[in-house]
């Protein structure tokens, strides 16, 4: 039984008008969103930023990793479409998992929802100094938490104008990573048969096979390379007519990401000059073997435009997981006022944005990867719960609601849980005592603030739709 109430009752928001929580404004259709969403997914940043540590640990089996959890993610898309659709609100996961489910589990999958808020946007900026070194040369902790300034600054703006500029940055990363796959198929050096023997080397030329619990342990990396499409739910609330915005956005975006994302990792698998070259994931040098130095720095650049890019969307999608909770009144009176700030120009929530863009630009400055293994463990959580939310969509008055209904219901959320039971289960130790560590701590914070406070407290505000 859920225990959804339409506001809290302590005046968080006693500047909203009429006494209503405030609501973000409805301005994007499916292109817009699709812009932004698959910006959010950043192909050509996950391609050259987080496949090359794929490449190293899962060698020539990448690509078929990366093709599993793609078909994994048709059935995570259809859960986030059809609860997209019924809960269209920007706290994403966690308000479709506390409107279905209820208040407790929606908190937890925010939490894991804030994990990833703050943790992946810094990973993804640390890129960029690598694919601006054939310009000058700067410190990749200075280059990434500049990348998270900037980005802070464009969150501020307009979400239709922010749209535009992000899709013209994703139209120069799709060029890069098509240059990346033709290239690569041109310069075939094996057969495709090779994806389904995988094999890495040591970079001696010593190679080893790549077995079943290595290629499930990979598994979370190639859904935290995916998980963009999920940015959606989060726009839902400024998406028009979102029953039909929304899965369309949703499925668009996981179809395009996947290809732009899958064909050039192909490409480098066959193309690359021996094993040992794949194995050392050096894309820009294989790129560079493959053309010449002209055609490598375009395509580091448009690579540094992407990373930039992502880094943007991920700021806008992430400062409005804050401004929910604030308007959900996760937080005391004047953090959540605070929170559920609304610019008057823009319309954007401008100190979530700043709470999300700056601490961002300082973790740029730490050692993460231990906190990226954390962040993949924090993915396969988050997307157990939207399939077990996905589990309680045809009950009670969720039943006859207006909604997208994914086909394959139940079976689809039920294989979901069982793949990602596994994946788990192949994880760190370390990695999952710490997420689990952190959700405890957020279970105790449940326990005494926020559940004794029903009325009050953690109230999941769904906006009414126009």
């Known amino acids: 039984m859920t225990d959804t109430l339409s506001r809290p009752q302590d005046g968080a928001f006693d500047a909203a008008p009429g006494g209503n929580p405030p609501k973000l404004k409805r301005s994007i259709g499916v292109v817009g969103g699709t812009l932004l969403t698959l910006s959010c997914v950043t192909p050509a940043s996950s391609l050259f930023v987080l496949v090359p540590g794929s490449l190293q640990t899962l060698g020539t089996g990448t690509a078929v990793v990366l093709a599993v959890a793609m078909v994994l993610c048709i059935g995570v898309a259809f859960c986030y479409s059809e609860l997209g659709t019924l809960v269209p609100s920007a706290g994403g996961e966690y308000a479709m998992a506390g409107t279905t489910v209820g208040r407790f589990a929606g908190w937890l999958v925010f939490i894991q929802a804030l994990i990833c808020v703050m943790i992946i946007p810094p990973i993804i900026a640390l890129g960029t100094a690598e694919y601006l070194a054939p310009l000058f040369h700067v410190n990749n902790q200075v280059m990434g938490a500049l990348v998270m300034l900037a980005a802070t600054v464009m969150g501020l703006l307009d979400l239709r ?11 120069l990363e799709v060029i890069a990573a098509g240059m990346v796959a033709v290239l690569g198929f041109a310069h075939s050096n094996r057969s495709a048969s090779v994806m389904l023997h995988p ?3 040591d970079g001696h030329g010593h190679s080893s096979v790549v077995n079943l619990s290595l290629m499930a342990g990979g598994l979370a990396v190639a859904l935290f390379i995916t998980q963009g499409f999920s940015t959606a739910v989060y726009l839902a609330e400024e998406m028009e007519r979102p029953h ?4 369309r956005t949703v499925l668009w975006t996981l179809g395009l990401g996947s290809l732009i994302i899958l064909l050039p990792t192909i490409g480098i698998t066959l ?18 073997q493959w053309s010449n130095s002209a055609i490598g720095t375009f395509i580091s650049l448009c690579v540094a435009l992407a990373i930039i890019n992502a880094a943007i969307v991920m700021v806008i999608q992430n400062s ?9 009144a996760a937080w005391p009176a004047p953090v959540n006022r605070a929170f559920g700030s609304l610019s008057k120009r823009y319309g954007s929530p401008w100190i979530s944005t700043l709470a999300v ?19 993949s463990v924090a993915v396969i959580l988050l997307y157990a719960f939207v399939a077990i939310a996905a589990l309680g969509t045809r009950r009670g008055k969720h039943k006859d609601a207006a909604a997208w209904r994914m086909p394959g219901w139940p079976v689809v959320p039920v294989l979901i849980l069982a793949v990602l039971g596994y994946a ?36 999941i505000t769904v906006p009414e739709d126009d």
């Open 199 to 201: 094999t890495v080397t």
């Open 320 to 328: 409005r997981v804050l401004f929910a909770s604030s308007r959900d």
């Open 271 to 288: 193309g690359a000059p021996s094993l040992d070259v794949l194995s050392s994931g050096d894309i820009a040098g294989m790129v560079t």
């Open 244 to 247: 039909r915005t929304v899965p």
């Open 161 to 171: 104008a922010n749209a535009w500029i992000t899709g013209i940055f994703l139209v």
């Open 424 to 459: 788990a289960y192949e994880q760190t130790v370390k990695a999952l005592v710490i997420t689990l560590g952190i959700t405890a701590a957020a279970a105790l914070y449940w326990v005494f603030y926020l559940r004794p406070r029903p009325d009050t407290r953690w109230v």
């Open 357 to 375: 863009g700056v601490p961002g630009a300082i973790l740029c400055f730490v050692n993460l990867d231990t906190l990226s293994s954390v962040t």
